[in-house]
């Protein structure tokens, strides 16, 4: 595969605005306001009833993002593996759970609305995957989306949201995902009026070796279309770690059986009690990755400097 120019990490928006890194960048978290989910020494979340297991491989209506760039993908469970062990959050409003934001997004010329995940590393900012901004459904559409809701910490679609539901038509993700639609550069962001990541608080996020990677524990939290047994999620928020199975320089994969509707959620580890991102969940099983594993966006050093810039920024 070429090596990207760093050009191609260049960040555009949808406003009209006049290689492996060598240094450890990082960004520490902040809590924001209320209480905390306690960690396990092992590095996953201490949810009572929660333990790492073996791995699966894996209506107008909601729809994952995903599939306009990657094609739809209906629920797959196969016999031959373990039981799932993503673990529904019940209490979204501890931190990091209330970091996590559902997003709705309408794409022009689509009736259906569009699901992803987002996550705060910012008072304004909530990162996540570039297909939820900019989504590229070959042949149709490939451009902004319209508009796209956040709703930090929901709790299922039949409650009212904890912290409040916010608007934007203001993002941002790099030009060379725009330009080619490079798998390297789906990330982006979502910019918003409203300060409210000060108050749910935000995910840190750094740049880390191969040697760190390699020995982490992967947790990711995000509103996928369904739960594990294949209903719908309805707006629910749900919770997986594994140990990292293997890097390179663009990726980190595991294998959490993630489903359409996580892209574009945090990829972190915990150092004790606080929450560091090491990539951008951008595919599952049928996105095209090997054997159906799991795969985030590395944050490396173009990546971190863009999330850098955007978590200073107001839509």
Same mark, same amino acid.
């Given at each position: ?179 080619? @639609? =490079? +798998? &390297? ?8 009026? *409203? !300060?409210? #990541?000060?108050?749910? $608080? ?69 150092? @004790? =009690? +606080? &929450? ?8 599952? *099983? !049928?996105? #095209?990755?090997?054997? $159906? ?23």
């Amino acid at each position: 595969m070429s090596t990207l120019p760093k050009t191609a990490h260049k960040p555009v928006s949808s406003r009209d605005h006049t290689s492996s890194p060598l240094r450890f960048l990082s960004e520490d978290p902040n809590a924001g306001v209320g209480k905390q989910q306690l960690t396990h020494p092992d590095g996953f979340e201490a949810i009572p009833g929660y333990r790492p297991g073996s791995r699966r491989p894996r209506k107008s209506r909601a729809r994952s993002v995903s599939s306009l760039t990657y094609g739809a993908q209906p629920f797959r469970l196969q016999a031959a593996e373990a039981a799932p062990t993503q673990t529904q959050v019940m209490d979204t409003t501890l931190y990091p759970w209330r970091s996590n934001a559902l997003l709705r997004i309408t794409v022009p010329s689509q009736s259906d609305i569009f699901l992803a995940t987002g996550w705060f590393i910012g008072p304004y900012a909530v990162a996540t995957a570039a297909h939820a901004v900019y989504p590229r459904e070959p042949g149709i559409y490939t451009g902004w989306a319209s508009q796209i809701e956040v709703i930090p910490g929901l709790n299922g679609d039949s409650n009212a949201p904890p912290f409040g539901s916010f608007t934007s038509n203001v993002f941002y993700c790099p030009n060379g995902w725009q330009t080619d @639609g =490079d +798998l &390297r550069l789906d990330y982006g962001v979502v910019l918003l009026s *409203q !300060g409210i #990541g000060s108050q749910v $608080g935000t995910y840190g996020y750094s740049t880390y070796s191969d040697d760190d990677l390699q020995t982490a524990v992967a947790n990711l939290a995000g509103y996928p279309e369904y739960k594990p047994d294949g209903s719908a999620a309805q707006g629910t928020q749900w919770y997986d770690s594994a140990s990292v199975a293997s890097v390179d320089d663009s990726f980190i994969y595991y294998t959490m059986g993630t489903q359409p509707g996580e892209s574009g959620s945090c990829v972190y580890r915990n150092i @004790g =009690d +606080l &929450r560091y991102a090491m990539a951008i969940h951008t595919a599952g *099983q !049928g996105d #095209g990755t090997p054997n $159906g594993i799991d795969r985030g966006l590395r944050i490396i050093e173009p990546i971190f400097e863009n999330l850098q810039q955007w978590a200073a920024m107001q839509g």
